[in-house]
């Protein structure tokens, strides 16, 4: 059994849904042979440091987030703080040594996305990235499917990410409507999960052209280390502007020629956490949905032209990790179901010794994605992808 050795930074609803699902590693996966060890948390609220230490079992808390990375004990730093400080602490990090998994973005800018990822690879550290919808057990037999070729040449891409969590006028203005702090709106928080998913299914993206629109411009003022993003505030509280974009949606084009569309929304009514992607080929087609995680709608037509449609597989022990968490056909996983295996695929790429996927280069090649969306916005045209840094 190889110990891993982990301090977390940030102890808010991400930082505690990362911890638990260390925890649970060794529980879901004893066969792997790793046990993480939870060594010591920081968050800058002191209550909610001290609370996480005696709830998940870390050895120590700090108010200092530089503390973590000066650890002798701490091998890997696990970054889920707001987004202004993903540079400068994963930065140290690298100069320190330790390996890093970091929330997306990783930087508020493709510019600073592109300085970390220089910095950890100089490093030679370790690295991942949040995009843990990619680690859906259906996903990944999406994938298995796509590169079987059975449902021959792609034709058509479409995903999206329509998420209700600021639909409410009275949702509370945190870090993630503040461009200071978060930097892009939905471009970095929801389309850079899409853009990731599309890299994995699809390939390189060519060019794009885009579009954004903010609908709902102030917002009640938060209480520092209370509530989540999900929080909502009275109509008589004091407000503040929402100065960055709700919406997202951008056309793109393939490096092999094919087409498709993106897009993200955080204020849309009707779709509760709607991240979806569509794959048409000449063979045949699937789909997938978060709300509907544990199933894949494909449709592979019959020789014959009998039972022509769409069929509903749903998820099962045969289907990659499914099995470590639920026996047989139909049992439902969960949200932090695929961040214990985000976890787990980090860890074990420490304990090889080997970069893990998504990293930073694939953080890096999101936000090219990302910056030639924003230069669309400007220019009104299409825009090249290109190679930052």
Same mark, same amino acid.
């Given at each position: 059994?190889?110990?891993?050795?982990?301090?977390?930074?940030?102890?808010?609803?991400?930082?505690?849904?990362?911890?638990?699902?260390?925890?649970? !590693?060794?529980?879901?996966?004893?066969? *792997?042979?790793?046990?993480?060890?939870? @060594?010591?948390?920081?968050?800058?609220?002191?209550?909610?440091?001290?609370?996480?230490?005696?709830?998940?079992?870390?050895?120590?808390?700090?108010?200092?987030?530089?503390? %973590?990375?000066?650890?002798?004990? %701490?091998?890997?730093?696990?970054?889920?703080?707001?987004?202004?400080?993903?540079? /400068?602490?994963?930065?140290?990090?690298? *100069?320190?040594?330790?390996?890093?998994?970091?929330?997306?973005?990783?930087?508020?800018? &493709?510019? /600073?996305?592109?300085?970390?990822?220089? *910095?950890?690879?100089?490093?030679?550290? @370790?690295?991942?990235?949040?995009?843990?919808?990619?680690?859906?057990?259906?996903?990944?037999?999406? #994938?298995?499917?796509?590169?079987?070729?059975?449902?021959?040449?792609?034709?058509?891409?479409?995903?999206?990410?329509?998420?209700?969590?600021?639909?409410?006028?009275?949702?509370?203005?945190?870090? #993630?409507?503040?461009?200071?702090?978060?930097?892009?709106?939905?471009?970095?928080?929801?389309?850079?999960?899409?853009?990731?998913?599309?890299?994995?299914?699809?390939?390189? !993206?060519?060019?794009?052209?885009?579009?954004?629109?903010?609908?709902?411009?102030?917002?009640?003022?938060? @209480?520092?280390?209370?509530?989540?993003?999900?929080?909502?505030?009275?109509?008589?509280? &004091?407000?503040?502007?929402?100065?960055?974009?709700?919406? !997202?949606?951008?056309? %793109?084009?393939?490096?092999?020629?094919?087409?498709?569309?993106?897009?993200?929304?955080?204020?849309?009514?009707?779709?509760?956490s709607q991240f979806a992607f569509e794959w048409h080929g000449s063979g045949g087609a699937l789909g997938w949905d978060h709300e509907r995680l544990n199933e894949l709608n494909l449709y592979k037509p019959t020789d014959d032209g009998t039972d022509d449609g769409f069929i509903r597989v749903l998820g099962g022990d045969k289907y990659p990790h499914h099995g470590s968490f639920v026996p047989g056909d139909g049992n439902a996983i969960g949200y932090e179901d695929l961040k214990v295996i985000e976890v787990l695929e980090f860890l074990r790429s420490i304990a090889a010794g080997r970069q893990h996927v998504p990293g930073f280069a694939e953080a890096l090649a999101v936000a /090219?994605?990302?910056? *030639?969306?924003?230069?669309?916005? /400007?220019?009104?045209?299409?825009?090249?992808?290109?190679? @930052?840094?």
């Amino acid at each position: 059994m190889k110990t891993i050795n982990i301090g977390v930074i940030g102890m808010g609803w991400m930082g505690q849904a990362h911890s638990r699902s260390y925890l649970r !590693v060794p529980l879901n996966f004893s066969d *792997a042979g790793i046990k993480p060890r939870l @060594i010591i948390c920081s968050d800058n609220v002191e209550a909610r440091a001290k609370s996480s230490q005696e709830l998940l079992g870390f050895e120590r808390s700090t108010t200092d987030w530089r503390e %973590v990375i000066a650890d002798p004990d %701490v091998e890997a730093v696990n970054i889920c703080t707001p987004n202004d400080l993903h540079v /400068e602490i994963a930065t140290a990090a690298a *100069a320190a040594g330790k390996h890093i998994f970091c929330e997306k973005p990783v930087g508020r800018s &493709p510019a /600073e996305t592109a300085r970390v990822e220089k *910095a950890a690879r100089e490093a030679g550290v @370790i690295t991942g990235v949040g995009y843990n919808y990619r680690w859906a057990p259906m996903v990944q037999h999406a #994938r298995d499917l796509i590169r079987s070729g059975k449902l021959g040449e792609m034709q058509i891409w479409r995903s999206r990410f329509f998420s209700m969590y600021g639909a409410n006028p009275l949702g509370l203005l945190t870090w #993630r409507f503040d461009s200071e702090i978060a930097g892009t709106g939905v471009l970095g928080d929801l389309l850079s999960h899409v853009v990731d998913m599309t890299h994995m299914m699809v390939g390189p !993206v060519k060019r794009v052209i885009g579009q954004k629109h903010t609908y709902i411009t102030e917002r009640p003022l938060p @209480i520092p280390g209370k509530g989540t993003h999900y929080s909502a505030g009275h109509p008589d509280d &004091p407000k503040g502007p929402v100065n960055n974009e709700d919406y !997202v949606g951008a056309l %793109v084009e393939f490096g092999n020629g094919m087409v498709g569309t993106l897009e993200a929304c955080r204020t849309i009514v009707g779709p509760k956490s709607q991240f979806a992607f569509e794959w048409h080929g000449s063979g045949g087609a699937l789909g997938w949905d978060h709300e509907r995680l544990n199933e894949l709608n494909l449709y592979k037509p019959t020789d014959d032209g009998t039972d022509d449609g769409f069929i509903r597989v749903l998820g099962g022990d045969k289907y990659p990790h499914h099995g470590s968490f639920v026996p047989g056909d139909g049992n439902a996983i969960g949200y932090e179901d695929l961040k214990v295996i985000e976890v787990l695929e980090f860890l074990r790429s420490i304990a090889a010794g080997r970069q893990h996927v998504p990293g930073f280069a694939e953080a890096l090649a999101v936000a /090219e994605v990302c910056a *030639a969306i924003a230069r669309s916005w /400007e220019s009104g045209s299409w825009e090249t992808v290109t190679k @930052i840094g």
